[in-house]
T-cell receptor, first 112, second 112 residues
Framework: DQQVKQNSPSLSVQEGRISILNCDYT??????FLWYKKYPAEGPTFLIS?????DKNEDGRFTVFLNKSAKHLSLHIVPSQPGDSAVYFC???????????FGKGTRLSVIA | SAVISQKPSRDICQRGTSLTIQCQVD?????MFWYRQQPGQSLTLIAT?????????ESGFVIDKFPISRPNLTFSTLTVSNMSPEDSSIYLC?????????FGSGTRLTVV
């Protein structure tokens, strides 16, 4: 049973436009969410996080939105840059020193 | 946030040998999680390491294959034993501390 789902395996966006990556979860105990990105042949890099007490968190070009009632979160990248091309994973956890559960990832390609 | 030094960053190993990966944290953390990311897949939890007790392994992972040590609150090792090409993956430690989750930089293992 996949508790964290990223239903779009890939996404292609033009440079300068908005990239929207989506993630759904099923476990209502999850209260902390994060996004990380991974370039080929490299380890993953933490990008941005959000706790369930918020519905939005912004860091520069990256904004994460959380809709708890829909059990849905999204990552917005504005404006998208070619260097943003990578695989993006969302992850979730419940409070209390529990491990992160990761989605399968969405490959973002930003075209110049 | 905490900083993790994960070593080695990459290695190429002969089948049948073992590799020990270490993670050193610059502050005390309660939980250390070890993950594996096989090519094209998401991160899968191998085990949870708590200081002073045996690691808790997820289904499909056993201590004989992936022995873990956690001698103190700032250090942990994961050994990949009797390696086969199927063990070629990125291995990653993640800690859960006061400032949230911190990622190691990952170890890219290739078994030939």
């Amino acid at each position: 049973d996949q508790q964290v789902k990223q239903n779009s395996p890939s996404l292609s966006v033009q440079e300068g436009r908005i990239s929207i990556l989506n993630c759904d979860y099923t476990n209502s105990m999850f209260d902390y969410f994060l996004w990380y990105k991974k370039y080929p042949a490299e380890g993953p890099t933490f990008l941005i996080s959000i706790s369930s007490i918020k519905d939005k968190n912004e860091d520069g070009r990256f904004t994460v939105f959380l809709n708890k009632s829909a059990k849905h979160l999204s990552l917005h990248i504005v404006p998208s840059q070619p260097g943003d091309s990578a695989v993006y994973f969302c992850a979730a956890s419940a409070s209390g020193n529990t491990p992160l559960v990761f989605g399968k990832g969405t490959r973002l390609s930003v075209i110049a | 946030s905490a900083v993790i030094s994960q070593k080695p960053s990459r290695d190429i190993c002969q089948r049948g040998t073992s590799l020990t990966i270490q993670c050193q944290v610059d502050s005390q953390v309660t939980m250390m999680f070890w993950y594996r990311q096989q090519p094209g897949q998401s991160l899968t939890l191998i085990a949870t390491a708590n200081q002073g007790s045996e690691a808790t392994y997820e289904s499909g992972f056993v201590i004989d294959k992936f022995p873990i040590s956690r001698p103190n609150l700032t250090f942990s090792t994961l050994t990949v034993s009797n390696m086969s090409p199927e063990d070629s993956s990125i291995y990653l430690c993640i800690t859960d501390g006061t400032y949230g989750y911190t990622f190691g930089s990952g170890t890219r293992l290739t078994v030939v």
